[in-house]
Each structure stands twice: as structure tokens, then as C-alpha cells.
């Protein structure tokens, strides 16, 4: 009987956790469609557990951008803020400051928590409306640090036309009718999520990537194109919240793609596993 009660009170915990993951998404959604609204842009970053340590540390949010999603142009865009998940992982709690231009924006601590996997998520923001073409990054000190995610809110710059939301560079605009490759329906795995490699038939030119949920709601973490000429792009439009039953497009630019690679978790404890759908528009 006790072990039967600690599984119970085990499956509580965890469907709290799922619940306040998808409060906490549903949220940062909601954000992003505001930005949207502005003219802003949002991208997230995987840092995948990296680990900094040593008394100074740095990240360099404008590198990283250029590694993760080298067809997006940063000419057009000021730094507004980021919000960054991180785990102090040393004996104290972990400094950050957000640096633009060699000058300190704002900062926060990631605080030690006793435990593995208790993330910290940080909002700092930039101050100056001049950083088109400095140096953007993220200054630690005190420890080490392990670093998931970075969410990057980009705003277009000043003196400029107004530029459009990006997308893959076009060689000029995708055809009237597309042929679709679609890859069927996908279990997704709950808690520990799935990484999900999808090959195209033939490697034809690609200028739609469309992402469904079935009859769960399904956390996108990320999705990457590795194209034919081995270049690869975050389909950060992609990410987030997908509600049961709707769908998300991504735009190309006719390149051909080699393969689709999808992070999700499927959140909900009670019931079946989530499935996903992904379809591909070529030509």
C-alpha cells in the first residue's frame, strides 16, 4: 500500500509540473504574439546544458544567432531583452549581466538551488536603442553555470524602413501549388520528450515546413533544416505551444533539404502519448 501511495503522490507532482510548464508556455506565446504585433522579433537559442565556469565567463548572444541561424540578418534589428534559463551548478548563487556595447544594460543572479534540473529564468533587458552593430552578450561571474535556453526579443532599428519578419532569403516566390510530403503522425514521448528526424523522399526544392498536433497539445522545442549543401537552420517560428488539432508553418527559400530534425515533449501526464504531424511543401 505504501508503494502504491508514493506512486500516487509521484503522478500529482508531475501532472502539477505539466500543468505550470504549460501555463509558463502558454504565456511566453502570448508574448511573443505581442512582439509580433510591434514589428519584434523573438528566437530562441538551444544551449543545450552548456556549462560555463571560472570567477568571468561570457556568452556572445549576436555569435550564437550567426551559429544556430546563419541565414538570419542582424543589420536590421536593436537588442531589446532576453530571458535566459540557467542552473547555478557550483556552491553559490551565479551574477549575469547583460552587456551591449561594452556597457552593462542590466543584471540578475541565477540562484543555487539543492538538487538537479531546478532552472533559474532570468529577464534582463537593454536599455540603449543603439546596438544594430555592437557586441551583444552575457557576462557571468562567481561560478559555474549550466545554460538551457536563451530567448532573444529583437526590435527593428531606427533610421531604417520598417523590415520585414524573417525568413529564409528567397530566390524569388514559392509556387501557386506545392507537392506535399507528409510524414504522418509521430509519437511523442512524455517528460524526457523526442528528438524526431524526418528524410524527405527526394531531395526536391522545399519551400513550406508545416507542424501539426494531433489530439494533444505538444511543447515544440526546437526544429532544425539541414539542407542538401550541409548548411543548417533553426526554424525558430516553429517553437513553443502547439495546441491540439492546429498546425504551424514555416517559409523556405526552394533550397533542398536533406532532413527535418523536431525536439518536442509531450506534457500531458494522464492519457495517451502526443503525436505529431509534419508535412513538407516541394516542388
Do not use: C
Request: net charge positive; charged share 25%; glycine share 10%.
Amino acid at each position: 500500500m505504501r508503494g502504491r501511495g508514493n506512486i500516487f503522490w509521484i503522478a500529482i507532482a508531475w501532472l502539477f509540473v505539466s500543468l505550470l510548464s504549460g501555463f509558463t508556455a502558454e504565456a511566453r506565446q502570448g508574448h511573443w504574439g505581442e512582439s509580433q504585433r510591434r514589428g519584434e522579433v523573438e528566437i530562441f537559442l538551444d544551449l543545450d546544458g552548456r556549462t560555463l565556469s571560472g570567477h568571468q565567463s561570457s556568452l556572445s548572444i549576436r555569435r550564437e544567432i550567426q551559429r544556430q541561424s546563419p541565414r538570419f540578418d542582424l543589420s536590421q534589428y536593436e537588442l531589446k531583452e532576453v530571458y535566459l534559463q540557467a542552473e547555478a551548478t557550483g556552491r553559490r548563487a551565479v551574477e549575469v549581466e547583460l552587456v551591449v556595447n561594452g556597457q552593462v544594460q542590466d543584471s540578475a543572479y541565477v540562484q543555487r538551488r539543492p538538487g538537479r534540473g531546478r532552472m533559474d529564468e532570468l529577464h534582463l533587458q537593454s536599455e540603449t536603442r543603439h546596438s544594430r552593430s555592437g557586441a551583444w552578450a552575457l557576462d557571468f561571474f562567481g561560478g559555474e553555470v549550466k545554460l538551457y535556453g536563451l530567448w532573444v526579443v529583437l526590435t527593428p532599428s531606427r533610421g531604417g524602413a520598417r523590415p520585414t519578419p524573417p525568413r529564409s532569403p528567397g530566390r524569388g516566390q514559392p509556387p501557386r501549388r506545392l507537392n506535399w510530403q507528409d510524414f504522418g503522425l509521430t509519437k511523442v514521448e512524455k517528460l524526457v520528450g523526442s528528438e524526431i528526424t524526418f528524410h524527405p523522399h527526394s531531395h526536391r526544392q522545399a519551400w513550406e515546413v508545416v507542424l501539426r498536433a494531433d489530439t494533444q497539445w505538444l511543447d515544440i522545442q526546437s526544429v532544425e533544416v539541414t539542407y542538401a549543401n550541409g548548411q543548417r537552420e533553426k526554424l525558430w517560428q516553429l517553437e513553443g505551444r502547439l495546441p491540439a488539432g492546429q498546425e504551424r508553418v514555416a517559409h523556405l527559400d526552394g533550397s533542398r533539404v536533406q532532413w527535418v530534425k523536431v525536439k518536442a515533449i509531450s506534457p500531458v501526464l494522464v492519457g495517451s502519448r502526443g503525436r505529431i504531424q509534419l508535412k513538407l511543401g516541394v516542388q
